[in-house]
């Protein structure tokens, strides 16, 4: 008798755990169900704003693409009064104020974070931590007014005359001292993303094993080749996130460039120069745009824009991804 | 056969007051296979201790009888389990009204962050649809005088429950469990990061609790399981070994393995 | 003694290690004054146009003196609100779902999409907001509420979820043991519990929004006078602040100092509360 409701059960005892062999588990309370749906539906339709957004910015700036095909990316010819649209120069603008920014804000940045956090003692290093964490928190608007008003004289009067007097043979630096320009934009781009990459470094930095640090000291090394050995060395592809995800803020700011840039869509090889970039052209021309294929060609600016950040921020996401799950084999 | 016909009965009997019947339990995650056809009855007012070594599946165990392990990703269960009567992995079996029955006690005491005492301990009765004000009160008192931490509390409801000591989070967790009213509680390991003295408190309790609740406790420590439980369960290896009154675990065990292990020649 | 003797070259490397610790601290103190330069700037400039007019009258003819920006003012606090509106609840929505729910290869991408989310340049948002609403309808505060509630959305999930992963499985499964249905552990138990995290995270994506021009230039747009009703181009202190800067008169130019003044002092003030809000329950954590 047991031997047989045994068997039964057993049999009960495996149907069952065919239905209950579930990877999800799944709610049957109605209102769990209606919660896990609405915040699905909230999460997925994020997803679905994404698409639509370039899904539309792609329609509007069609006409564009269709006029001037290849051209609008190789031609530097911006004029809304012939309707000759072409990008070079946004795109040089944008590339070469992009990179002095790292020039100068990602050594700053390492030299930063390593102060911070290897050499100051608290009482130093969290008020100068504060400081440059603050930087990340002003609004853009105030860096171009204060780029324009104070910096952009700042560097007419005492940075570019000794260095069109000095380096002007060099051609980066000929032309008149006008303050605004590329290198304008060029500095104010570096203030703005250096909290970034400092901040990323930081704790990139935090993750390395005190131990490393100690067993390179225990060799004799002193402490710049201790900082040289066993923190800048092994946190290499870090830094190259965070600089990447610097650039991604770079190529993308806005108004801070565009108080101080100039805006002349035109491609000269001084700094001194005032250019343009995508993001400052938008933000000067597109509430004013003439005709339906300056809007258009506006529009493929933002487009390439979009998807230049999107790429970058891609990019810098799988490297602090690789960067992550290095450190989580190695623990 | 009178003989017979006293068994019998005496069967009956006990089957009227069993609370808790596990048949041939299973419980995997994912590959690990935690729990291996455990069989086991429970008696209504009794304290069962869950001793053996770390890693035997007793946790697990216990995790399948609110059917929290289903939780875990990956988890999976087999067998069944009928509290008073009913098949709590039965087709329609709800685990939220199954959870209602069967309080837990865990590990670590886990007040819930950013409630007052007296929410930590009403939230239940709360969330479960009561809204009176004069029935939380009471029903909070009630649980908190149950969980002897009614005295030391009393004048400080409205501080954080992450606020108290060790100690009395766990007997607040054990007040919370209490709130809601279930006839059985399980308790994993409840004393293990506490200190001699709110052991001991939280021992004095259970003598307390057994009378209105059945209690399913997880313990290492065996002194404690023979000092708070009727009966006692042995596992190994996601195994049950053996079960059986505690005096007679404990001073005549029936299997060898049993008596190694109380004996401490391992585990 | 003969022994410890240092090797050749030894000089030459303590002295470039302490070269560099020199160079090092420069950095630091050179990173640290953009921020206290910015603001002082700021101050100075700032203080002296800000007066009663300034937060009550709108503002003047060009080149006119006097008026102030009472109309941005408002208009900032109007989108705000509509970005918040619908921007708070959706982003602590998708942060529930992805700390509670998503796990595997669908919380990546969805992970994933918020991030590329957070990452598009305003100024392009501001574009897929002009081509979704204004091209319809035109200028209005709400083309720019739903400009700044993409951009906050991301910032709020984000910081949502890294609130409640802060929160250990068992206190959920704590909850679940009750007999409280998932639904109600997660809003009634859970997210209470972590409110003074995810209101900081909250605090700050407005702080965030508070300040951004990009996006506005060319939804709400902007506007001399007070907005007549949501549907109308409306005012704002970023977009105003950007009028004035380039305007190239003097009195709007110290307005334009006074607007800064303003939103730095609004995005400091929310950075600091928030700090000290975290930094007192870290402490109190510690005592726990």
Redesign the interface.
């Known amino acids: 008798m047991e031997e047989v409701s045994g068997g039964i059960l057993d049999m009960i005892g495996k149907l069952m755990t065919k239905s209950s062999r579930r990877e999800k588990r799944r ?1 049957v ?1 109605l ?2 169900r ?3 749906y ?3 539906a ?3 339709t ?2 679905f ?2 698409l ?2 370039f899904g ?2 792609l ?2 700036a069609w006409p564009a693409f269709q006029h001037f095909g290849w051209r609008f990316l190789v031609t530097n010819e911006w004029n809304s009064v012939t309707s000759e649209f072409g990008a070079l120069a946004l795109i040089y603008g944008t590339v070469v104020s992009s990179l002095i920014a790292l020039v100068l804000a990602v ?3 390492i ?2 974070a ?3 956090n290897e ?2 003692p608290r009482w130093l290093s969290t ?2 931590g504060f ?2 964490e ?2 990340a ?10 780029g ?3 910096l952009a004289p700042f560097l007419r009067t005492y940075v570019q005359p000794p260095l069109v007097d000095h380096l002007g043979f060099l051609r980066l630096f000929e032309g008149p001292p006008l303050g605004v320009g590329m290198m304008a934009a060029g500095v104010i781009l570096a ?1 703005m993303i ?1 909290p970034t990459i ?1 901040a990323i470094c930081r704790e990139v930095f935090r993750a390395i094993p005190q131990s490393n640090r100690e067993a390179a000291l225990g060799l004799g090394a ?4 201790m ?1 040289k050995l066993a923190v800048l060395r092994s946190s290499q592809a870090g830094m190259l996130g965070a600089t990447i995800l610097g650039l ?1 803020r770079a ?5 801070a460039v565009t ?1 101080v840039i100039g805006n002349n869509p035109d491609i000269k090889v001084s700094l001194m120069a005032s250019a343009q970039t995508m ?1 400052s052209i ?2 000067n021309q ?2 004013e745009a003439d005709s339906p294929l300056h809007l258009s060609a506006l ?1 493929a600016v ?1 487009l390439a ?2 998807l230049v ?2 790429t ?3 990019i810098a ?1 799988f490297v602090v991804w690789r960067v992550n799950r290095k450190y989580v084999r190695g623990h | 056969m009178p003989a017979d016909n006293f068994e019998r009965e005496k069967a009956i009997v006990n089957l009227q007051h069993e609370i808790l019947n596990v048949d041939n339990l299973h419980a995997w995650f994912g590959d690990f296979h935690a729990v291996k056809g455990v069989s086991l009855a429970v008696q209504q007012g009794q304290v069962v201790a869950l001793i053996g070594p770390s890693g035997c599946g007793k946790s697990t165990f216990i995790r399948c009888i ?1 059917r ?1 392990h289903e ?1 875990v ?1 990956g988890a999976r269960v087999q067998g069944r389990v009928t509290i008073g009567g009913q098949d709590i992995y039965g087709r329609g079996a709800d ?10 006690v ?3 005491p ?1 007040p ?4 007052s005492i007296f929410e930590n301990v009403a ?2 009765l ?3 649809g009561i809204s009176k004000r004069t029935v939380l009160d009471e029903q909070v008192e009630r649980a908190l005088r149950q969980a002897a931490l009614w005295e030391e509390v009393k004048d400080k409801l409205r501080q954080p429950g ?2 108290l000591s060790g100690g009395q989070q766990q007997r607040l ?1 054990i007040a ?2 209490l709130a ?1 009213e ?1 006839p059985v509680i399980l308790m994993d390991e409840p004393t293990s990061a506490l200190d001699p003295i709110s052991t001991a408190k939280i021992e004095d309790l259970l003598h307390e609790l057994k009378k209105s609740v059945t209690i399913l406790i997880v313990t290492h420590n065996m002194q404690q399981a023979s000092r708070v439980s009727d009966k006692t369960a042995f596992f190994l290896l996601g195994e049950l070994i053996e079960y059986g009154e505690t005096s007679q675990i404990f001073t005549n065990p029936a299997r060898p393995k049993t008596e190694e292990y109380i004996t401490g020649r391992f585990g | 003694m003969a022994v410890f003797r240092p090797a050749v070259g030894d000089r030459r ?2 002295f ?2 302490h070269l ?2 020199l ?10 004054l ?5 603001t002082w ?2 101050l100075q ?1 700032g203080l002296g146009a800000v007066n009663w007019d300034f937060f009550t009258q709108i503002p003047k003819g060009p080149g006119e003196t006097g008026g102030g920006v009472a109309n941005a003012i408002i208009g900032s606090g109007v989108l705000i609100f509509l970005a918040s509106l619908s921007g708070i609840p ?1 982003g602590m ?2 942060g ?3 700390s ?4 595997g290869r669908t919380a990546r ?2 992970r ?6 957070a ?10 907001v ?3 609403i204004v091209v319809p309808f035109g200028f209005s505060a709400y083309a720019g509420g739903i400009a700044l509630m ?1 951009i906050m ?2 910032v709020v ?1 984000r910081s949502t979820e890294e609130i409640l992963r802060l ?18 552990v ?4 859970i997210v ?5 995290g995810i209101l900081t995270g909250v605090m700050l994506a407005i ?1 965030r929004v ?5 996006p506005l ?2 939804t709400s ?1 902007g506007n001399q006078f007070h907005a007549r009703g949501l549907n109308q181009a409306t005012a704002s202190l ?1 977009v105003q ?2 009028t004035f ?2 305007s190239g008169f003097e009195d709007w ?1 110290q307005q ?2 006074a607007g ?1 003044l303003v ?2 002092l609004f ?2 003030f929310i ?1 600091l509360t928030t700090r000290l809000l975290m930094h007192q329950r870290g402490a109190k954590g510690h005592a ?1």
């Open positions: 709610d309370h209102g769990d209606i919660f896990y609405s915040l699905k909230s999460a997925w994020l997803v704003v994404l639509l957004m539309l910015i329609q509007m050594p700053m940045s030299g930063v390593l102060f911070l050499l100051a008020p100068l400081f440059v603050m930087l928190a002003i609004p853009s608007i105030v860096y171009g007014l204060w324009l008003f104070v203030i250096m400092t002193t402490r710049w080749e900082l991604g190529l993308g700011e806005t108004m108080m993001a938008l933000a597109y509430a529009t933002g824009l979009f950040s999107l970058i921020n891609g996401r | 609110n929290l939780e990703p685990p939220v009204r199954i959870r209602r029955y069967v309080g837990m865990f590990q670590k886990n819930f962050p950013g409630l939230v239940g709360k969330l479960g992450t606020s967790c919370r469990a809601v279930p | 490397r303590k470039k290690s560099m610790m160079v090092l601290m420069a950095a630091a103190v050179l990173g640290s953009p921020f206290l330069f910015i700037y700021v400039k959706w929505g998708v529930i779902y992805l509670e729910y998503s796990t991408i969805l994933f999409a918020v991030d590329l989310l990452s598009v340049p305003s100024i392009v948002v501001g574009i897929f002009y081509g979704l993409i959305i991301p999930a929160i250990p499985a068992h206190i959920r499964e704590a909850g679940l043991a009750l007999g409280v249905p998932r639904w109600k997660i809003l009634r138990i209470p519990g972590s409110r003074a702080a508070a300040g951004e021009t990009a230039l060319f747009f970023p602040i950007y800067a380039k130019e334009a100092w800064a939103l730095v995005v400091l950075n726990g």
